[in-house]
């Protein structure tokens, strides 16, 4: 498997613009999550979703910011307007709830390699 | 809610030394996992050691081990004979009920 891909890698944009991140998760893992990296924040979780629906999205900072996955191999993150302080690196994750494998409950994320979005 | 604290912004060890990097977190829950992630400048986020709450032997991974005290809540990073490579943010990371909630980061330097 390619893992969790993202696009594009990096996007610089204008203030007032509209922006579309894209996520492909791992097949078969049923969670997706959408985190946002800051130097002030860290890593702050906007929106998840479970069997494509979400779940809990009081992470998105306002009304600019929304999420859909329309079906179990994408989703979108798009911010509408966007303003200068949305700058950050954005990061889709994905994972199966627990599995047993053997003797042992195997959890564990994994990552994307994130989209560094600057709004100039 | 759950928080994870890192308390160490900077940490930085000798090539081949040893280094501890310190969490702490606060959760009512019995049953959790914790995480230690990887972040070199590259930005990829790359999973470096896992433990069970419920599995009472600290997990260890090749040169990475970790100290897991569960009424402590305590979770430390130990990483022995550090390679240059080593050198990126670190991040402990708890999940619950509830998606990863992750500390602030340690930024580890290895010097040559």
């Known amino acids: 498997d390619a893992g969790v891909i993202q696009s594009p890698r990096h996007e610089v944009t204008e203030m007032g613009q509209e922006v579309t991140l894209r996520c492909k998760p791992i097949?078969?893992?049923?969670?997706l999550f959408w985190y946002r990296q800051t130097m002030m924040r860290g890593l702050e979780l906007l929106i998840y979703f479970n069997n494509n629906v979400p779940i809990d999205d009081s992470g998105m900072p306002e009304d600019r910011f929304s999420a859909k996955m329309p079906n179990a191999s994408f989703s979108t993150l798009k911010i509408q307007p966007s303003e200068p302080r949305d700058s950050a690196v954005y990061f889709c994750a994905s994972s199966l709830a627990p599995v047993l494998q053997g003797a042992e409950l195997v959890y564990g994320y994994t990552f994307g390699s994130g989209t560094r979005l600057t709004v100039v | 809610a759950q928080t994870v604290t890192q308390s160490q912004p900077e940490m930085s060890v000798q090539e081949a030394e040893t280094v501890t990097l310190s969490c702490t977190y606060d959760?009512?829950?019995?049953?959790?996992?914790l995480f230690w992630y990887k972040q070199p400048p590259s930005r990829q986020m790359i999973l470096v050691i896992r433990?069970?709450?419920?599995?009472?032997q600290n997990a260890t991974e090749n040169r990475f081990s970790v100290n897991f005290q569960k009424a402590a809540k305590s979770f430390s990073l130990k990483i022995s004979d550090s390679q240059l490579g080593d050198a990126a943010m670190y991040f402990c990371?708890?999940?619950?009920?509830?998606?990863?909630?992750f500390g602030k980061g340690t930024r580890l330097s290895v010097i040559a």
């Open positions: 990371a708890f999940s619950g009920n509830t998606p990863l909630v």
């Open positions: 097949s078969g893992h049923d969670y």
């Open positions: 959760t009512s829950e019995s049953d959790y996992y």
């Open positions: 433990q069970e709450a419920y599995k009472q």
